[in-house]
């Protein structure tokens, strides 16, 4: 370990890990320190929700890179290590157990940590989140001694949970407070379709219900979520995944701009001089959500905004312009998702949901401007492209399964 790097990069997550690797695939030669709070190597977060929880792949296939990558690559990996404070002007950080590093340029990589329900009860032993590998060992490591479920949040995450716990065996209940799952991120036709899958496989799903306490036992334990019309709902275990809170604060303590997450431009630079902002906890005017600056949670963006900023340290940066793309695995059914569905006036259904092969497509000005396709791989590659050209398209080819969307004419 040094005193000083001239890359620090705070946060073993996508991002963090991806910034390191392209910097050295660039050519840059100078040090790098990647800092992590967790005890593990840089590893896959979305197989956490999916076939890791499942006991389908073990730790060790879901690493980034072997753990002998880092130090091969002269990257030096610090674990088990929180960045507390930033001091912007003598460019260094000073970590939990009270050390200080100096910083030549600080790639900030954090990610956010789950938001947890604020109420009586939440703080039970058997009340998880699903964000981390210790998160979800500690739900893992419970499960012999459980039934059923509690779910609360019907997110990609909570929906994969349930897809996962169902195929476990358990009983599972899914609360969700709005009046539709997904809500914040697909339209009411997806929606629709996954709340019948989900029904189909056995989860009790309870769209608006408001969570008010979970209960316990004499020992501490969650025994019921308690909602507020009055129902109880027992459980063996309550799993939250109602969003994360962007981790900013020693940034915005060193003054750096931001709210919901750092602020960065289109080079991921943040309002401090020397220091970027990348992935979960960057905050950024995004062509593909109408100009509105949001923050993106997915692996795209954590990896490309790190590609922007190791780059842009490079003297070689190309602005932010990357398309948006997803996936969700529930079941036997692939979601891939292309663009963003913000702002979008049409929705338009591509196929029929019953046959569990379909897309649905959004429009704003009857531009494509997102596409959510169901076991709908082509649809998804060749929807794409009709979102980078953002050129009208006709509507009643465009919803016949039989034309292919790149055989679409335009409007
Ligand atoms: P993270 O991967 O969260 O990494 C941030 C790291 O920084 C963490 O290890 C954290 O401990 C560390 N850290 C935080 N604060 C500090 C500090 N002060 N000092 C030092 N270290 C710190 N995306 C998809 O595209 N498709 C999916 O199917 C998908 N599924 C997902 C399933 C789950 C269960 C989860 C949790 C996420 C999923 N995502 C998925 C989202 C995707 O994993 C994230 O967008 C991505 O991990 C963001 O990368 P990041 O590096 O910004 O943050």
Same mark, same amino acid.
């Given at each position: 370990m040094q005193d000083s790097y001239d890359i620090a990069i705070v946060g073993a997550g996508h991002a963090g890990a991806q910034a390191a690797i392209c910097l050295r695939q660039m050519g840059f030669a100078g040090s790098i320190a990647l800092i992590?709070?967790?005890?593990?190597?840089p590893y896959e977060?979305?197989?956490?929700?999916k076939e890791y929880l499942a006991g389908d792949k073990p730790f060790e296939r879901i /690493?980034? *890179?072997?753990?002998t990558f880092w130090g091969e690559r002269q990257v030096d990996l610090q674990l088990g290590?929180?960045?507390?404070?930033?001091?912007?002007v003598a460019k260094l950080l000073t970590t939990s157990g009270g050390t200080q590093t100096g910083y030549g340029q600080l790639i900030w990589a954090t990610g956010g940590t789950p938001r947890m329900?604020?109420?009586?009860?939440?703080?039970?032993?058997n009340v998880f989140a699903v964000r981390t590998r210790a998160d979800v060992d500690k739900i893992m490591a419970r499960l012999d001694n459980t039934q059923s479920v509690a779910i609360i949040g019907g997110g990609y995450i909570g929906l994969e949970a349930a897809a996962v716990m169902r195929k476990l065996g358990k009983q599972v209940t899914l609360i969700e407070a /709005?009046? *539709?799952?997904l809500s914040r991120v697909a339209g009411p036709s997806l929606s629709a379709f996954f709340e019948k899958e989900h029904r189909d496989h056995g989860v009790d799903l309870r769209t608006g219900y408001i969570v008010d306490h979970i209960e316990t036992d004499e020992a501490g334990h969650a025994v019921a979520v308690r909602c507020g019309n009055g129902e109880r709902i027992a459980a063996d275990m309550v799993i939250v995944g109602i969003g994360i809170i962007a981790q900013t604060g020693p940034l915005i303590a060193a003054g750096a701009a931001g709210g919901n997450g750092v602020d960065v431009d289109e080079f991921c630079?943040?309002?401090?001089?020397?220091v970027y902002a990348i992935g979960d906890c960057a905050a950024h005017a995004n062509a593909f959500a109408n100009d509105r600056v949001i923050r993106l949670e997915s692996v795209q963006n954590a990896n490309d905004q790190a590609k922007v900023a190791a780059s842009h340290i490079m003297g070689t940066a190309e602005p932010y312009q990357a398309v948006p793309w997803f996936w969700s695995n529930q079941y036997d059914l692939r979601l891939q998702t292309v663009g963003l569905s913000l702002d979008y006036d049409q929705e338009l259904v591509r196929g029929d949901p019953a046959s569990r092969s379909f897309s649905v497509i959004y429009l704003r000005g009857g531009k494509v401007i997102a596409l959510d396709c169901v076991n709908a791989t082509k649809d998804y590659v060749q929807g794409r492209k009709a979102v980078l050209e953002g050129v009208p398209l006709d509507l009643t080819e465009l919803a016949?399964?039989?034309?292919p969307i790149k055989e679409v004419s335009h409007a």
């Open positions: 992590g709070e967790e005890q593990f190597p977060r979305p197989p956490l929700s /690493l980034l *890179r072997p753990e290590k929180r960045v507390t404070a930033v001091d912007p329900m604020d109420c009586q009860g939440s703080n039970a032993s /709005l009046d *539709r799952v630079r943040t309002s401090l001089p020397d016949n399964p039989a034309i």
